[in-house]
């Protein structure tokens, strides 16, 4: 089975690699690029091959998504983006739904999901995008911002409240009432698109609502973004991988005081705490994907640790590797400049590190080290 990486795929990742200094300056990617990757299922990779999808398992999903992550943050962004609608979709979605609208996703057509806006972050119980059913369709009113991919979306799962309860539908961007405005400047992931999406009186079939019924909003919520945290954590050890990278040839081949600066003890400790960083955030997504592929009810609080450890380490990784490559990496478009604006972005998204904190602490105060206790008996 195709892992994604290889073989048949070598042409379009070793593109991407090629073209991403580029595409971060230009604050762009060809759309061709995006639909050749997502007419090959890989944007999504998680999809069964019944919906044309690769079908692969959460490891190896993962493994593909570093991969990505090291060669370039916006290529990863769109692809965690396309992976949560699925996922959502998967989730959610009644069988015609599913039959309707994964085939897409692994056909070409491009994805993304909008919960945030302006005054609902951190506090999604805010949001105030509205869904009113209407005889046999739906109408769409409200605002998202910074919605990663919007500006190449064929289509985004927007969620909104669904009278006491929320739900999330399948809007397609060229619905009359749906109006797009890309972010200018972005600090990182410079060339994922994100966008603003105004939605006024978009009216849709009813058929578009995910399940066909409201859910509790915690729940809906839960759901998508435990794929989009997943996929964010392996991000960030791909970012970690591309750093060391860049880091140790250079610290191997740049001489200064007569050596070569990764022999200079100061020089070598960041190495060390590069390589560190790496290796912890890939344990805890290791560890995560685990819990993914058996089922495990420590799915959602694992997926949580994982994201808030892989963008800490990502944050801090990146700072040693910047440091290491001095003027050499300081250029717009170079790898590890790159990685150094991106890896702030993933404390921020997909759950806030101090949100994740949050959860992290409330399931520690209810658990205290029980679960600790019930994986070192396993
Ligand atoms: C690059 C990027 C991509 C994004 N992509 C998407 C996307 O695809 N879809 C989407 O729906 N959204 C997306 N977002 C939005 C993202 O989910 C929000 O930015 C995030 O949830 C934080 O919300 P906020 O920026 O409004 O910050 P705020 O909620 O205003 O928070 C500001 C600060 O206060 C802290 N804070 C807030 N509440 C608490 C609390 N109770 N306790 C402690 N600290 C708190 C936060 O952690 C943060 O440090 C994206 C954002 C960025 C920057």
Same mark, same amino acid.
């Given at each position: =089975?195709? /892992?994604?990486? @290889?073989?048949?795929?070598?042409?379009? !990742?070793? @593109?991407?690699? +090629?073209?991403?200094?580029? !595409?971060?300056?230009?604050? +762009?990617?060809?759309?061709?690029?995006? %639909?050749?990757?997502?007419?090959?299922?890989?944007?999504?990779?998680?999809?069964?091959?019944?919906?044309?999808? #690769?079908?692969?398992?959460?490891?190896?999903?993962?493994? #593909?998504?570093?991969?990505?992550? @090291?060669?370039?943050?916006?290529?990863?962004?769109?692809? %965690? @983006?396309?992976?949560?609608?699925?996922? %959502?979709?998967?989730?959610?979605?009644?069988?015609?739904?599913?039959?309707?609208? #994964?085939?897409?996703?692994?056909?070409?057509?491009?994805?993304?999901?909008?919960?945030?806006?302006?005054?609902?972050?951190?506090?999604?119980?805010?949001?105030?995008?509205?869904?009113?059913?209407?005889?046999?369709?739906?109408?769409?009113?409200?605002?998202?911002?910074?919605?990663?991919?919007?500006?190449?979306?064929?289509?985004?799962?927007?969620?909104?409240?669904?009278? /006491?309860?929320?739900?999330?539908?399948?809007?397609?961007?060229?619905?009359?009432?749906?109006?797009?405005?890309?972010?200018?400047?972005?600090?990182?992931?410079?060339?994922?698109?994100?966008?603003?999406?105004? #939605?006024?009186?978009?009216?849709?079939?009813?058929?578009?609502?995910?399940?066909?019924?409201?859910?509790?909003?915690?729940?809906?919520?839960?759901?998508?973004?435990?794929?989009?945290?997943?996929?964010?954590? !392996?991000?960030?050890?791909?970012?970690?991988?591309?750093?060391? /990278?860049?880091?140790? +040839?250079?610290?191997?081949?740049?001489?200064?005081?007569?050596?070569?600066?990764?022999?200079?003890?100061?020089?070598?400790?960041?190495?060390?705490?590069?390589?560190?960083?790496?290796? &912890?955030? %890939?344990?805890?997504?290791?560890?995560?994907? +685990?819990?993914?592929?058996?089922?495990?009810?420590?799915?959602?609080?694992?997926?949580?640790?994982?994201?808030?450890?892989?963008?800490?380490?990502?944050?801090?990784?990146?700072?040693?590797?910047?440091?290491? =490559?001095?003027?050499?990496?300081?250029?717009?478009?170079?790898? &590890?400049?790159?990685?150094?604006?991106?890896?702030?972005?993933?404390?921020?998204?997909?759950?806030?590190?101090?949100?994740?904190?949050?959860?992290?602490?409330?399931?520690?105060?209810?658990?205290?080290?029980?679960?600790?206790?019930?994986?070192?008996?396993?």
């Amino acid at each position: =089975m195709s /892992d994604g990486i @290889s073989p048949g795929h070598e042409d379009i !990742w070793r @593109s991407v690699g +090629e073209n991403a200094g580029g !595409w971060d300056i230009a604050g +762009e990617i060809p759309r061709t690029v995006l %639909t050749e990757l997502g007419a090959a299922g890989l944007l999504c990779a998680e999809v069964g091959k019944q919906y044309g999808g #690769l079908g692969l398992g959460s490891q190896e999903s993962g493994q #593909l998504t570093a991969y990505v992550g @090291s060669l370039c943050s916006s290529v990863r962004s769109v692809m %965690t @983006s396309q992976g949560m609608a699925a996922w %959502t979709i998967q989730r959610l979605g009644t069988r015609e739904q599913r039959d309707v609208f #994964l085939p897409q996703l692994t056909g070409g057509r491009l994805a993304a999901v909008a919960f945030s806006e302006p005054e609902a972050g951190s506090d999604l119980g805010a949001m105030t995008t509205e869904l009113r059913l209407d005889g046999d369709t739906v109408i769409v009113d409200g605002s998202k911002t910074w919605i990663t991919a919007a500006a190449y979306a064929d289509v985004i799962v927007v969620i909104g409240k669904l009278g /006491d309860d929320a739900a999330a539908v399948v809007v397609p961007t060229d619905a009359e009432g749906v109006r797009i405005e890309k972010i200018p400047h972005p600090m990182g992931c410079r060339a994922a698109g994100h966008a603003q999406v105004r #939605l006024d009186g978009v009216r849709l079939p009813a058929a578009n609502v995910l399940g066909g019924t409201g859910l509790p909003l915690p729940f809906l919520v839960t759901t998508a973004l435990a794929y989009g945290r997943m996929s964010v954590a !392996w991000g960030c050890v791909g970012i970690l991988r591309g750093c060391l /990278d860049a880091v140790t +040839e250079h610290a191997r081949s740049r001489r200064q005081f007569g050596k070569p600066i990764g022999e200079h003890q100061l020089v070598s400790r960041r190495v060390a705490e590069l390589y560190a960083a790496e290796q &912890v955030a %890939t344990a805890v997504c290791r560890q995560a994907a +685990e819990s993914w592929e058996s089922g495990s009810p420590e799915l959602v609080i694992a997926t949580v640790l994982a994201k808030h450890v892989s963008a800490t380490e990502a944050v801090r990784g990146t700072a040693s590797a910047m440091q290491i =490559m001095a003027s050499a990496g300081a250029s717009d478009g170079h790898v &590890v400049a790159r990685a150094y604006r991106d890896a702030k972005l993933m404390e921020i998204i997909e759950g806030s590190s101090e949100i994740c904190q949050l959860e992290l602490a409330r399931h520690a105060l209810a658990t205290g080290n029980s679960t600790v206790r019930q994986k070192e008996a396993q």
